[in-house]
């Protein structure tokens, strides 16, 4: 199995739209890893996760072949993480794609709201047959194409919303894509016990300060990593990635990679492509 991750920020990207903090300006000086676009990341070239407003320029420096791909899980409605109006540009006469899958998008219920509005504004007279929305709800695995078992779980983020986290399972290994959350909730726990995580990726929106209870810093990474050592959910040979970082963190990349050296952690870049 393999991850790409195709944007790194948090929700205001970094260098951040109209900021001029010394983090913005650093980034924009240094460019390199340490340009960061909305959170988003494609496994296998197959699934997707997360649809934001900087899919388009994924697609354009990522070499992404979008149009192949079959399903899209979407982790929460905020819109760093879900614009649907890109949708609508995947019928005609926006997009000439004969013979084309059909999109799924999976979502929970504020995701299916924002989907069911954005489609009252469709125009195409092909699109309705080339997209599909299916509402998942926490612990109950859904079948994808292509042979992947996805679970739901609850995530710790926005108290309005039911957002998700999702395990992801094929040919005996497994991927957690634990973001957008604070610290999981017991009944998460309880799921992940005793099934072995061959990588799994954290939010680290406030890079060395704590939170807990909307996004992860540093401190709360550490703690996660070890509470999946002890339930049985991770061992030596677990991938360990930090991802989704704001501005607000402060650090650049290379200076990340540094706090976390003795940590084990991997720190994501955009396009960074991690295999286990």
């Given at each position: 199995m393999e991850i790409k991750y195709l944007g790194t920020a948090a929700?205001?990207?970094w260098p951040a739209v109209f900021c001029t903090c010394e983090a913005c300006k650093r980034?924009?000086?240094l460019g390199g890893k340490n340009i960061r676009t909305?959170?988003?990341?494609?496994?296998d070239n197959t699934v997707l996760i997360d649809l934001p407003p900087d899919t388009y320029l994924h697609v354009l420096r990522k070499g992404m072949e979008i149009d192949t791909i079959e399903s899209v899980l979407i982790t929460h409605s905020h819109q760093d993480h879900f614009y649907p109006m890109e949708l609508l540009?995947?019928?005609?006469?926006y997009a000439h794609r004969p013979g084309a899958p059909v999109l799924t998008?999976?979502?929970?219920?504020?995701?299916?709201?924002?989907y069911r509005l954005a489609m009252e504004m469709n125009d195409s007279p092909t699109l309705h047959a080339q997209l599909d929305f299916k509402r998942v709800r926490p612990f109950e695995p859904v079948g994808l194409p292509g042979g992947y078992v996805v679970t739901p779980l609850a995530a710790n983020h926005a108290k309005d919303e039911n957002c998700l986290v999702y395990l992801l399972e094929k040919d005996g290994k497994r991927l957690f894509y634990g973001h957008d959350s604070g610290n999981y909730p017991e009944e998460t726990w309880d799921y992940l016990r005793g099934k072995m995580i061959g990588l799994a990726s954290f939010d680290c929106t406030n890079i060395e300060a704590p939170d807990g209870n909307y996004h992860m810093g540093l401190p709360d990474n550490r703690h996660v990593k070890a509470r999946m050592i002890r339930e049985g959910c991770a061992g030596e040979n677990t991938v360990f990635v930090i991802?989704?970082?704001?501005?607000?963190g402060k650090l650049m990349h290379e200076e990340i990679v540094d706090c976390v050296r003795e940590d084990g952690f991997?720190?994501?870049?955009?396009?960074m492509t991690v295999g286990f």
């Open positions: 929700a205001e990207g980034a924009r000086k909305r959170s988003q990341a494609v496994v540009m995947r019928g005609e006469p998008v999976y979502g929970n219920d504020k995701v299916e709201a924002a991802n989704h970082f704001s501005h607000n991997v720190v994501a870049y955009d396009g």
